[in-house]
């Protein structure tokens, strides 16, 4: 919650940070995430209005629930081959996302993942994902999905691309 903060350098000793670490820090516009981390805790970005773009380092392997939620100014993410899990409502309200690329390897997608994320237009999502949860898309009103997989797999939630009664138009069998 500390307001003032506008940046970050974190030492390459960090390993892990915690949950809420930087919580509503509004005026946090850019940090770099040491390859020496390995965690990011839930909601450890939470609120971080200003934050622009985030580049996660190689090291870590899940990206947690609400860790970049309601980050409204972000709009570039580079979530690296590592990466296994995206927690729920992790990107929810990032209204400046436009894209974002789910590496191969990613085996979940947690509900409400992008929830709200008005400006995502495109969206791949490879053969390796095997459970996305609920609204995981909701709100993404102009987003394209694209899908490696020939159909939906049975890991997927049933609402997993909807928005109220609306579903988000999905293009199956597509190699990136």
């Keep these: 919650g500390n307001s003032q903060l506008c940046s970050i350098a974190l030492p ?24 020496s981390v390995a965690s990011i805790g839930n909601s450890a970005f939470y609120g971080c209005s200003s934050l622009s773009s985030v580049s996660i380092p190689n090291s870590v392997t899940s990206i947690g629930d609400y860790t970049f939620c309601e980050c409204y100014s972000l ?17 929810s309200g990032c209204s400046s996302l436009t894209e974002v690329s789910i590496p191969s390897g990613v085996t979940s ?31 993404c009103d102009v987003l394209s999905i694209f899908c490696e997989a020939p159909s939906k797999p049975s890991g997927w939630d049933d609402d997993w691309n909807a928005w109220g009664l609306l579903m988000r138009p999905v293009e199956w069998g597509v190699t990136q």
């Design 75 to 91: 709009s570039s993410v580079n979530i690296p081959s590592s990466v296994t899990s995206i927690g729920s409502g992790a990107f």
């Design 109 to 139: 997608i947690g509900g409400s993942a992008f929830t709200g994320c008005a400006s995502l237009e495109y969206i791949f999502i490879p053969s390796s994902v095997t459970t996305i949860g609920a609204f995981a898309f909701s709100g």
């Design 12 to 35: 390459d000793t960090l390993t892990s940070i915690g949950q809420g670490s930087f919580r509503n820090c509004a005026s946090l516009k850019t940090i770099v995430i040491p390859a």
